[in-house]
């Protein structure tokens, strides 16, 4: 174990229900640990549904954080100036279509683009606000997503979000599955569901990051709680799901850590590099 750990060059960290307790913050234990990482040499790179924006209050306070892979793995951006460095986007056609077909249900749908987040206006549903408090619906908002959408064909759709207003809706979709065959649908959260290109993961996001730094996937940690960090535990050197994480997720994983409300992650990091590597020093 101590020649695997001591190989471990990148920490790839999911945020909602692995870094970020339920109210959506991160505790200063965690930003603590993750610092201590950062200072040592570790490239710690968020891997996260969220774009960029949803970064910055929570794991980017960390200093010396220069990348993350956003919106389920379909961009890879640069922290300082958000600068892009790969997309894979889902094929126009296929998410104006799927977007239409969603409408169709009780979801809230929104879409993360190469533009950034766009959503429509919650004028039509006030119930919204109070089953998602932590949400920025007047942010990026349009009055129709849809016709804004066709009308700006030059917006690369790169996520399709859909908030689910009520369980059955979000079984019924599931259940269903993805209307197009290059649209990957996955469960993400308790009333989340999230789809990208059937070519996009957060796999093949850390995956294509690390050939540009000249790293081997063997050479990553990722920490994650969700169908769509499947694809990075499977690949990477070592694996941990999260104590609150989806059985099929801790199945694929290495570790199980303690739970989001614990920081499960942060302590499971700082238990891995002090005994495996002596990088930190224990805060316990």
Not at 150 to 167: C, R, S, V, W
Request: charged letters at 20%; glycine letters at 8%.
């Amino acid at each position: 174990m101590t020649n695997i750990a001591n190989k471990i060059r990148l920490v790839a960290l999911d945020l909602d229900g692995t870094l970020l307790h339920e109210d959506k913050q991160i505790s200063d234990y965690t930003l603590q640990v993750l610092q201590q990482l950062s200072d040592q040499g570790l490239i710690l790179v968020p891997a996260s549904g969220r774009i960029l924006t949803g970064m910055r209050e929570n794991i980017l306070k960390v200093r010396g954080i220069s990348f993350a892979a956003c919106a389920n793995g379909a961009m890879i951006c640069r922290t300082d100036d958000g600068s892009i460095l790969h997309t894979t986007g889902i094929p126009r056609k296929d998410a104006l279509h799927t977007l239409e077909w969603l409408m169709g249900y009780r979801v809230y749908v929104y879409v993360h683009t190469d533009q950034g987040a766009i959503r429509p206006s919650i004028a039509k549903n006030p119930e919204l606000r109070e089953r998602f408090p932590y949400i920025h619906f007047s942010e990026n908002s349009v009055p129709d997503l849809l016709e804004h959408l066709k009308t700006h064909p030059e917006i690369d759709i790169l996520k399709i979000g859909a908030f689910t207003l009520d369980e059955e809706a979000q079984q019924t979709l599931l259940a269903m599955g993805s209307p197009c065959p290059s649209i990957t649908m996955m469960r993400t959260g308790p009333c989340n569901i999230e789809l990208n290109s059937s070519l996009a993961s957060k796999g093949h996001a850390i995956a294509w990051l690390c050939r540009m730094l000249d790293l081997s996937m063997s050479q990553v940690l990722a920490i994650g709680d969700n169908q769509n960090d499947l694809t990075l535990l499977q690949a990477t050197g070592v694996s941990v799901a999260m104590g609150n994480a989806e059985e099929d997720v801790k199945a694929a994983a290495d570790y199980v850590a303690g739970t989001n409300e614990e920081d499960g992650a942060g302590k499971f990091l700082e238990w891995y590099f002090h005994n495996y590597c002596s990088l930190i020093p224990s805060q316990q």
